[in-house]
């Protein structure tokens, strides 16, 4: 884990609120693992005040991307940032997912909702690089929260897209889908990152089918590096039942140790 | 050669720099990013005697320039604190001051007095101020009979100098400081969060699970600099300054009004390297200035 006060924007794309930028940090690139995040500092002065997480998208030498969906003040300044700026970044950050030889021809599905489809084109990246058959669940309110389609088709990974309004793909929830076509492809593990609904239902059904399977949780954060206790999720440690950091022993954890919180709306 | 040292009475430290209790954890989670042992010195975690888990979250939320925390003084509690941690700690050559929290008078004696056991702690810092952990942010440190009773047992049980973490949450902080004073406390920190709230309209619940919590950040150095302006007027024991403190220029307002030292709070969170910045800062300005000794301008506010 390093601080690296200047990350050069290299690259910036984006589509409506998403966007996707590209920060030269050789530093940071060189240490990366799927599944691990960034703590940008947005502005100098104190508004917004603290860094806000970002998990790494993908690496590639020198360079790490970000991919974000304007949500609030931060991600709001932080899109208006050009090429040839530079971001005062922390990381890598965070324990990621599991990935190795293991999953050598193996099939591994990744779910992904909405703008939690971030970390998992580095994950593909890698378990590609094992020899791992990957496929992708992309599910979305509608056809425009997908923009990251052509990107993993261009990668020649299999892609199979949901949207809630039947723009796009299999009309329904992202988890409906992956449950529907689960027999099929049999993977021998899933990961998933997005709302917490999703990831509840993907918990559900790989535990129904005894598949292993890996969530990418959310916070608020103070600090990203385990200084403020403040991003804490209960989380299940040697049969205790514990308030965890999840930016220290997450985000990523397995569905055993993960303890969903109740619904109350 | 610019000499950043100032001396407490009870303790000598290299500069007046140090990072506040609930901002740096044990320590050790900055070593990646700063060498620790260029600090004055740093306060740990707050610690109970036994560990306890903390609040429920939401833990946190940001309010403009500032940070509203509820977290509830989780820990690892002192036992495991002096079998694995202090040893670390004990290899940086800079002050180490344990935060010292209780239920009751009688924890705050037990954790002081298990403590007294171990090597390498410079001082203990009394956390009676913390908002978080009682209903209604009830703590010791808003009541003058309540500081005083705390204050004196502590004394009494304690080997090292006690550093008294006082409240901004009441109507005369004079009052209380002066209460410690006369319970025996080597020096008083000022100042804890102040109680807070924030609300979501479209819950329309409190953001914390907690509902209140304290407001710490840049937006707090204004009302911390009054109070430590007011305090240092009436006591005669040191008072380290802590609200807010981000910049060289911050910590030099709070010397100015009449702090002997500083610590550096939520700002750790935002750059990890925030403290060793900030004696870089010092260094700066004493050069810039002529200034030799910075102890000599500590309290040279002109009113």
Redesign the interface.
């Given at each position: 884990?390093?601080?690296d006060p200047q990350a050069l924007i290299v690259g910036k794309k984006n589509w409506e609120d998403y966007y996707l930028f590209s920060l030269e940090s050789s530093g940071i690139a060189s240490q990366a693992l799927p599944g691990q995040f960034i703590m940008v500092?947005i502005s100098a002065q104190?508004?917004?005040?603290?860094?806000r997480p970002f998990s790494i998208h993908s690496k590639e030498k020198k360079n790490i991307e970000i991919f974000f969906q304007i949500t609030g003040l931060g991600t709001s300044l932080l899109s208006q940032k050009r090429i040839g700026e530079s971001l005062?970044i922390?990381g890598p950050l965070g324990k990621g997912f599991v990935t190795g030889e293991s999953f050598q021809d193996k099939v591994i599905v990744a779910v992904g909702g909405g703008r939690g489809i971030a970390p998992l084109y580095f994950l593909s990246q890698e378990l590609c690089s094992s020899g791992a058959s990957v496929k992708i669940f992309y599910g979305g309110k509608s056809h425009k929260d997908l923009p990251l389609k052509e990107k993993f088709e261009k990668d020649g990974i299999e892609l199979f897209c949901s949207t809630d309004d039947g723009s796009f793909g299999y009309k329904g929830f992202v988890s409906d889908f992956f449950k529907a076509e689960l027999e099929k492809l049999n993977p021998s593990c899933v990961f998933a990152c997005g709302p917490e609904e999703m990831m509840k239902k993907i918990a559900q059904i790989t535990q129904e089918k005894n598949i292993p399977a890996e969530f990418s949780l959310e916070?608020?954060?103070?600090?990203g590096?385990?200084?403020?206790?403040?991003?804490?999720?209960k989380i299940k440690k040697n049969f205790k039942e514990?308030?965890t950091k999840i930016c220290e022993e997450g985000p990523v954890f397995s569905r055993e140790e993960i303890i969903w919180t109740e619904e109350e709306? | 050669m610019t000499d950043l040292s100032v001396d407490l009475g009870f303790i000598k430290l290299k500069n007046p720099v140090l990072a506040a209790s609930?901002?740096?954890?044990y320590g050790l989670?900055?070593s990646?990013?700063i060498d620790l042992n260029k600090l004055g010195g740093f306060v740990v975690?707050g610690l109970y005697f036994s560990p306890r888990?903390?609040n429920l979250?939401?833990?946190?939320?940001?309010t403009?320039?500032?940070?509203i925390?509820a977290?509830g003084l989780?820990g690892v509690g002192v036992e495991r604190f002096s079998e694995e941690i202090l040893p670390e700690l004990r290899k940086y050559n800079t002050a180490i001051i344990v935060n010292v929290c209780g239920e009751s008078n009688e924890e705050y004696a037990s954790v002081v007095e298990r403590l007294n056991k171990e090597e390498g702690i410079s001082a203990y810092e009394l956390n009676i101020s913390c908002p978080n952990v009682k209903k209604d942010g009830l703590c010791p440190a808003l009541s003058p009979k309540d500081t005083f009773s705390v204050v004196s047992l502590v004394k009494k049980s304690s080997s090292r100098p006690v550093i008294t973490k006082l409240s901004p949450n009441v109507t005369d902080i004079v009052e209380i400081a002066l209460s410690a004073q006369e319970a025996g406390t080597d020096a008083l920190s000022l100042v804890n969060t102040f109680l807070a709230m924030a609300v979501d309209i479209e819950?329309k619940k409190p953001i914390l699970a907690n509902t209140f919590g304290g407001l710490s950040?840049?937006?707090i150095k204004p009302l911390v600099l009054r109070m430590v302006y007011q305090v240092v007027s009436h006591v005669k024991i040191p008072v380290i300054g802590i609200g807010g403190i981000?910049s060289g220029k911050d910590a030099l307002e709070y010397l100015i009004t009449g702090a002997k030292a500083v610590e550096v709070g939520?700002a750790?969170?935002?750059?990890?390297?925030t403290t060793v910045k900030i004696i870089e800062e010092l260094k700066t300005y004493c050069q810039k200035k002529g200034i030799d000794k910075i102890e000599t301008i500590i309290g040279t506010l002109k009113v």
């Open positions: 884990m390093i601080k500092r104190p508004q917004p005040l603290l860094r005062d922390l916070s608020v954060m103070g600090c590096f385990g200084a403020c206790w403040g991003c804490v999720k514990e308030w709306k | 609930g901002t740096f954890g989670e900055f990646p990013f975690k888990p903390g979250p939401p833990r946190l939320v940001e403009p320039g500032g940070l925390n977290i989780p819950t950040g840049p937006a981000s939520t750790n969170f935002i750059d990890p390297e």
